[in-house]
């Protein structure tokens, strides 16, 4: 076998996919669409560069390693070989050359990080080349009413269907508030293994919030309203944002055609103490799956998610959709 590698040309992608076949899971998928020309960034334009293995002409195999945007410090990186070309150095030789591809990123640099979903091939191929996995993350989906409904206080003036209302309640996606807390809730959960710097409003807007995301809508959870003037004053303005879900609508993997599972995105005020933030994370999700199910995105360093999903999991009360994902480093 006499392999020739050689930049990404017009009319690759149609080849490549007649070759490879269906994809092997989601992250497959979603990484072919982004193997391309290559690129020298500039004008919102990413820094990448993708190459492309042939055997007597046809091609076999392509890589890509390109600058990240919300995740900086790292280039994002994708290989895949076809079937009948694996085991035989292939993808070592891809990579190999995607490394040395990213000594030229302008940004400087160089760590390379992928996306591979467990007991695919490419899970294999990074546990062989000796990967390592900084992170996993996993669908969840939970069915209605395997939590208890949190119980709220009502004040005085209330009647007892209001309970709550001043704690929960649907904020708007372009909301400046909901769109600081999104920001920083993200940023505190990447810090320790893919940090992200400060993220501006557009940015947060752009990739969780705005119209062409999917959000189709966000509940907030609050503490107390408080008082301006303390004591028993009646309370003056909102309590701050405890914890935050935003709905995507239906999610492609529900299991639950008949009622299908939202697709919802849940995170919490990152300055709460563990306690709070936990006790915050499980009241807002019981009152999303109080009637339907929901799917909920769990990475390894979401503690307050990870710490109320195990327990059902065991229990049988919360399952797994689609593959875990791992993130590795290259």
């Not at 079937?83 to 390379?112: F, K, N, W, Y």
């Not at 947060?204 to 003037?229: C, H, K, M, N």
């Not at 990475?299 to 875990?324: F, I, Q, Y």
């Amino acid at each position: 076998m006499a392999l020739k590698y050689r930049p990404w040309r017009e009319g690759d992608e149609a080849e490549l996919l007649q070759i490879w076949g269906d994809p092997e899971g989601q992250q497959n998928g979603w990484y072919r669409q982004t193997l391309g020309p290559n690129n020298d960034g500039g004008n919102g334009a990413r820094w990448k560069r993708c190459i492309v293995a042939t055997d007597q002409g046809i091609p076999v195999a392509a890589g890509m390693v390109m600058e990240q945007e919300l995740h900086g410090s790292r280039l994002s990186a994708y290989l895949e070989v076809a079937r009948d070309h694996r085991r035989q150095g292939v993808g070592a030789t891809l990579l190999t050359m995607l490394r040395h591809e990213a000594g030229q990123a302008p940004s400087g640099v160089r760590e390379l990080t992928g996306k591979v979903d467990a007991g695919t091939s490419g899970a294999g191929f990074a546990q062989a080349v000796g990967a390592a996995t900084v992170q996993t993350s996993r669908l969840i989906q939970i069915d209605p009413g395997v939590l208890s409904l949190p119980r709220f206080q009502k004040t005085d003036d209330q009647a007892d269907e209001e309970a709550g209302s001043d704690v929960v309640q649907d904020l708007a996606t372009g909301s400046v508030e909901l769109t600081d807390v999104v920001g920083r809730w993200y940023q505190a959960v990447h810090q320790d293994w893919s940090p992200t710097g400060q993220l501006s409003p557009g940015t947060v807007q752009s990739y969780f919030l705005a119209d062409a995301t999917g959000a189709q809508g966000a509940i907030v959870l609050r503490a107390e309203p408080e008082s301006a003037f303390g004591g028993a004053a009646k309370p003056s303005k909102r309590g701050r944002i405890r914890a935050f879900a935003v709905s995507y609508g239906q999610h492609a993997l529900t299991d639950t055609p008949d009622d299908p599972a939202a697709d919802v995105f849940v995170g919490w005020e990152p300055q709460l103490a563990a306690d709070d933030a936990a006790a915050a994370v499980r009241d807002l999700v019981s009152l999303l799956a109080y009637q339907h199910p929901v799917v909920l995105e769990v990475d390894s360093s979401m503690l307050p998610l990870t710490d109320l999903v195990e327990p059902l999991l065991v229990a049988g009360k919360a399952r797994g959709v689609g593959d875990e994902t791992r993130i590795v480093v290259l």
